[in-house]
């Protein structure tokens, strides 16, 4: 099984707090709108097919429904997933959510995804590659994939571990292992292997003194890349 075992318990012993927009995962809920309306500028999502690997608690998968797709989230958290299957009850807002890998459901539903999105999740598993292997089979045809995640250099470790985990405390301690970032280039060649074709690059930033996140083109830490399925001949 493509997951460590350690992280889905850190993730699961979080899982209640998951909808708590004051919790360990507020900066989920702030970045969400952000990575919301970057998908949907590239791939609107009203009537689509969407899947959303590693989807928590499914703070995405819930915004994307609201948009109008129809959206499938899975992950390997039954904690989370239960929270997830609860506040889409509360909220009315529909989404199938399912406790399987990105490989296994892959083999199960092949090419009959318009949009894949595979948030914050990549540095937390053994083999990224796999699960980028994994959204390139469930997309169809011309389809779009999304991946956000974080780059791995000084100033990435000084930002996102140093700064949000010990001085910010904006995440708990140990929630990312640096030697598991992935620079933009590494996961450029995840994507080409994977017969896809990279669209573009987006940072993400963040201002401590006005504590607000912004998109821009500085992918030095937090940053997202869009793909696309090329058309079958």
């Not at 460590?4 to 809920?29: G, I, Y």
């Not at 995804?113 to 390139?136: F, K, N, Q, S």
Request: aromatic share 8%; charged share 20%; glycine share 8%.
């Amino acid at each position: 099984m493509n997951a460590d075992p350690l992280e889905l318990q850190k993730f699961s012993e979080l899982a209640h707090r998951w909808w708590d927009p004051t919790s360990e995962f507020r900066p989920l809920h702030e970045i969400n709108p952000l990575r919301l309306e970057w998908i949907n500028a590239r791939a609107p999502l009203a009537g689509k097919q969407v899947i959303d690997i590693g989807c928590g608690g499914g703070i995405l998968s819930e915004s994307m429904a609201r948009k109008g797709a129809t959206v499938t989230g899975i992950d390997l958290g039954e904690k989370a997933l239960k929270v997830a299957d609860l506040h889409s009850l509360e909220s009315g807002v529909q989404v199938r959510y399912k406790l399987i890998a990105a490989e296994e459901m892959a083999a199960q539903e092949a090419s009959q995804y318009d949009v894949v999105t595979c948030m914050e999740m990549l540095e937390h598993v053994p083999d990224p590659a796999a699960i980028v292997r994994a959204a390139a089979a469930l997309v169809k045809p011309g389809g779009h994939v999304f991946f956000s995640t974080l780059n791995r250099n000084p100033k990435s470790y000084l930002f996102a571990v140093i700064g949000a985990e010990y001085i910010l405390r904006m995440l708990p301690k140990g929630t990312h292992d640096y030697e598991k970032f992935i620079t933009p280039s590494e996961l450029s060649q995840f994507i080409r292997s994977a017969g896809l074709e990279v669209q573009g690059f987006k940072g993400m930033g963040y201002n401590p003194l006005t504590k607000i996140y912004s998109l821009n083109d500085d992918t030095s830490v937090n940053y997202l890349v869009a793909a696309r399925r090329p058309l079958e001949a």
